[in-house]
């Protein structure tokens, strides 16, 4: 089952996960690893993300007090987004889920939607 973003779960792993559950907050981190970047520079470096959802995930990740958004207060405006110090504190779980996703990787093929599976093996039977 889903972890609902608007209930509060009692496990550690779910509100761990609810933090950094998104298709693109790991790469927005892995992208801010190496030093400060703006909205721009974001954008160009993560192909397939599209401006609202870069936005969407940044907003969500200086919500929970994981990157710090810094605007220099210019115009046209100049916003960088770092890495807070709270943030550092997910580097060895992103590390963590990074080694055990490349050996998932390795392990082979996908696996196949169940769903699927079941319904294609229904129609083969007698």
Do not use: F, N
């Amino acid at each position: 089952m889903a972890v609902s973003k608007t209930r509060a779960s009692d496990c550690p792993i779910d509100t761990a996960l609810s933090v950094i559950d998104g298709r693109w907050k790991g790469t927005i981190l892995w992208r801010l690893s190496d030093g400060p970047m703006r909205t721009a520079e974001l954008r160009r470096s993560i192909p397939g993300i599209t401006e609202r959802m870069l936005i969407r995930h940044l907003h969500e990740l200086v919500a929970d007090g994981i990157i710090d958004r810094h605007d220099a207060g210019t115009v046209p405006p100049c916003v960088h987004y770092s890495i807070s110090e709270y943030g550092m504190t997910l580097a060895p779980v992103l590390e963590a889920l990074c080694a055990w996703g490349r050996d998932h990787m390795q392990r082979g093929p996908r696996r196949v939607d169940s769903a699927a599976t079941a319904r294609s093996s229904r129609a083969l039977s007698p």
